[in-house]
């Protein structure tokens, strides 16, 4: 007998273990279930309707809806974009005629007289030595055009036209719901923002090789193609949308002005002309307007991942909302009482403040308050990984990625087109008078009405010139933003 009651205890205890285990995942599993829950209000999901009918939060109408506020087949830019890039410019993943029917379009065919990617036109093209690739336009004069690249935009005189005629309408929209709904709003894919970029090289390779034949009329048509185009793709609900207006377009066409204004070949009324242009275009939509949409994306997947089944969950957070290789495994979901309702809460507190930000007049007190911002977000999400997963604040990691260098962004392009209006307002000047002023105060009233300031320091631009040069500085964001101009 006693050399059985060890081996009875053991059992005994390890019955014991095995139970106290079940009981301890069982009450886990309720825990899971309970924290899963949340209610739908302004602090959580922020708007109540319209719902779907799994009862979801339908985020998709209602930035659909936004975003096509006051759009008639007659303003919207997308209907001549979408005619100049074909088929392409559509998600794969909607019904063939979904979004173009919506538009009032008829059907798009495969094949067209349609923007070629320089990509394509390279491979089409094997046996001919391509130069450098048109994104990397030259920033100071004289310029260089590869012949290759001159045959591309010969090659793209029809698609040209109608971005042209695309860049003139007042408003762009694009449907994210052309029939075949994403089951997230953020799985949403946007193929024409890559043609937005394509678009934006095209035209403003053409208007490089227009200045160097002295057509600067041409050149100008292109220009403000360019920054058109920029304010279209600006006013979409994305923050992507809005980012690749200001690096993709807006930029590039800025240096593209300055490298006119180095030219020499601008007469002093051309010069004055093309400055007073880009002043009436005026800032591009801000994007603290963007915040709402992101928000709403963020929002959707939150109560996506409360109403699914936990293995979905793993997938789908891992997929679309974690930011490194170190999201939770997929039995962590199952498992883990994750807080929704809190962490809801959390995701709108935090954009509340990020909106609060934005809206502060100038850029030294915006970034002071984003810095202070991101700090107080970044103690919430301090301590041990897997205790922050746990917490209302594991879903900030996306956030904290974003809104700072979204107004880098934003600051960097008002930068740019500021140091392009006075560079072609030193460029009037110096043909007027033979060399270039002493100061940017002598611009002012003649060449330009005002001279602004730099947006980073809300100072005048650090500015020195000889009778034949002049270098025209930014704070900038990491380093100085320079136009040095012989």
Not at 56 to 66: F, G, K, N
Not at 97 to 124: A, C, N, W
Not at 265 to 288: H, T, Y
Request: aromatic share 8%; with cysteine; net charge neutral.
């Amino acid at each position: 007998m006693r050399l059985h009651l060890p081996r009875r205890r053991i059992w005994r205890f390890t019955i014991y273990v095995i139970s106290l285990v079940l009981v301890l995942i069982a009450a886990d599993l309720i825990l899971v279930q309970v924290r899963r829950s949340f209610t739908y209000g302004y602090d959580t999901t922020r708007i109540v309707g319209p719902v779907m009918p799994d009862g979801r939060i339908d985020y998709m109408s209602v930035l659909d809806a936004q975003a096509a506020e006051g759009v008639t087949f007659e303003n919207n830019a997308a209907v001549p974009f979408l005619e100049a890039v074909g088929r392409s410019g559509l998600s794969p993943t909607q019904l063939p005629d979904g979004i173009t029917s919506k538009l009032g379009m008829p059907h798009l065919p495969e094949q067209g007289d349609y923007l070629v990617r320089y990509d394509d036109f390279v491979k089409q093209h094997d046996g001919m030595a391509a130069g450098g690739y048109p994104a990397d336009l030259p920033t100071t004069w004289p310029v260089t055009i590869d012949p290759l690249a001159a045959q591309w935009v010969k090659a793209n005189e029809h698609p040209l036209e109608l971005l042209i005629e695309a860049s003139k309408r007042s408003r762009f929209f694009i449907p994210f719901d052309g029939g075949n709904r994403p089951s997230v709003l953020a799985s949403v894919l946007l193929p024409h923002v890559g043609l937005f970029r394509e678009s934006g090289r095209l035209l403003l390779m053409r208007a490089m090789m227009r200045l160097n034949a002295g057509d600067i009329a041409g050149f100008r048509e292109d220009l403000l193609a360019t920054h058109r185009l920029a304010r279209l793709l600006g006013q979409s609900p994305t923050a992507v949308e809005r980012v690749q207006a200001r690096e993709s377009l807006e930029i590039p066409a800025c240096q593209a002005g300055r490298v006119a204004a180095a030219s020499g070949k601008l007469s002093a009324e051309q010069a004055r002309s093309l400055a007073a242009d880009l002043a009436d275009l005026g800032d591009l939509p801000p994007m603290s307007d963007t915040i709402d949409g992101e928000r709403f994306m963020v929002l959707d997947v939150m109560q996506t991942l409360a109403t699914i089944p936990p293995d979905r969950g793993a997938e789908l957070f891992n997929g679309v909302m974690a930011t490194d290789a170190l999201g939770p495994p997929n039995f962590w979901f199952r498992f883990a009482p994750l807080p929704y309702e809190a962490a809801m809460r959390r995701m709108n507190h935090c954009y509340d403040g990020a909106l609060a930000a934005m809206h502060l007049p100038n850029y030294p007190r915006r970034i002071a308050a984003m810095n202070l911002w991101e700090e107080e977000n970044a103690k919430s999400s301090s301590g041990l990984y897997m205790f922050y997963i746990l917490s209302p604040s594991f879903p900030m990691r996306q956030l904290l990625l974003s809104i700072v260098r979204m107004e880098q962004r934003e600051e960097t392009a008002r930068t740019q087109m500021r140091l392009t209006r006075i560079a072609l307002g030193l460029a009037a000047y110096k043909v007027d008078n033979g060399g270039y002023p002493r100061s940017l105060e002598e611009l002012s009233p003649a060449y330009l009405p005002k001279v602004p300031n730099d947006p980073f320091s809300e100072r005048p631009f650090d500015y020195a010139a000889t009778s034949k040069a002049y270098t025209l500085k930014s704070v900038g964001v990491h380093s100085a933003i320079v136009a040095n101009v012989p």
